[in-house]
């Protein structure tokens, strides 16, 4: 079994409303084909049929005040109400108390104790590592979570040289704004492509999308409906060359926001669940209500 975690920050199910949802404005063909015509909104989940589940799952946890990332992302990581047990959403970055729940008790940490690959497929550029290095960055939860396995965080050579994919998919932002012009560049439709060949080579992968959330921050329409739409084309390539009887992909994220860009905060909409595979292996799935019911699942289904 192979497991392709996306991760799309800050992406909620919301109104139908095309004044304030991206997801009613933008054309999503191949995402709206598999949801038998419909879009990505609330009203939407639940949906099922021979490729595809949609849920929609808490990221609110009975906990007071809107989620967050660093215990949103802590929580679909180890399947452990952390807001609860500490009585607060925090975020962007873990503090301490977030970040004990980030070592030894993730996903990647139980695949890589279970003798198993696991990997982030984003590539970091070198001033993301100065950054750390200097103490003026801290890691969010993902990145916290890889390196407190032992597993390496994916480097611009190891972008150069094929191993990993840029945060953008295609690759535009490495030359673009950070000043890499020999960068590799990849269409939409290639860059999918791309993600399920890395995807293939470890039991459990991830894939970490940020922009969707800084979207939301900046209510900015235009930049969130691009980002829809590219995506829907890299989801086009990725199952495109997808093997659904040997791997399943899902899809979540840790708390609402670009749904709804009538405000900058996060919001308590329900998130979407979305996965592709087979019906036995999104069965394992079908009785998760909230992000806490995410990692047990994928935990189940990789045996670890």
């Given amino acids: 079994m192979k497991i392709l975690f996306l991760f799309l920050d800050g992406i909620g199910l919301g109104e139908n409303d095309p004044g304030i949802n991206p997801f009613s404005r933008a054309s999503m063909p191949c995402l709206e084909s ?15 049929n021979e490729q595809v589940s949609l849920l929609a799952i808490d990221p609110n946890l009975g906990v007071k005040g809107l989620p967050q990332s660093a215990t949103g992302q802590a929580v679909l990581l180890t399947g452990i109400n952390i807001p609860a047990e500490l009585n607060y959403h925090y975020g962007p ?30 590539a970091y550029p070198p001033r993301y590592f100065d950054g750390i290095d200097s103490g003026k960055r801290l890691y969010s939860s993902i990145p916290l979570a890889l390196t407190n396995a032992g597993l390496p965080l994916f480097t611009d050579k190891d972008y150069y ?3 990993a994919l840029s945060a953008d998919f295609t690759g535009e932002g ?24 890395l995807a293939r080579q470890y039991d459990f992968s991830f894939f970490e999308y940020w922009a969707s959330d800084y979207a939301g921050h900046k209510q900015d329409m235009v930049s969130a409906v691009k980002q829809l739409e590219t995506f829907d084309t890299v989801l086009r390539g990725l199952l495109d060359n997808w093997q659904n009887e040997g791997g399943l992909i899902l899809l979540t994220s840790d708390h609402g926001n670009m749904e709804d860009l ?5 919001t308590a909409a329900q998130v979407p669940l979305i996965l592709f595979g087979s019906r036995k292996s999104r069965g394992e799935f079908a009785e998760v ?6 990692a047990p699942a994928i935990s189940t289904l990789l045996a670890i």
């Fill in 262 to 266: 009538s405000t900058r905060k996060h």
């Fill in 34 to 48: 598999l949801l038998g015509g419909k879009k990505l909104i609330k009203s939407t989940a639940p949906f099922e």
């Fill in 174 to 197: 490495w030359r673009e704004f950070l000043g890499f012009p020999e960068a590799p560049v990849f269409d939409s439709h290639t860059a999918g492509i791309k993600l399920g060949e």
């Fill in 161 to 163: 040289e094929g191993r």
């Fill in 289 to 294: 209500t909230d992000l806490t019911g995410v």
């Fill in 93 to 122: 970055k873990p503090n301490p108390e977030v970040a004990q729940y980030l070592d030894g008790k993730t996903i990647f940490s139980k695949t890589v104790q279970a003798g198993k690959k696991a990997a982030l497929l984003n």
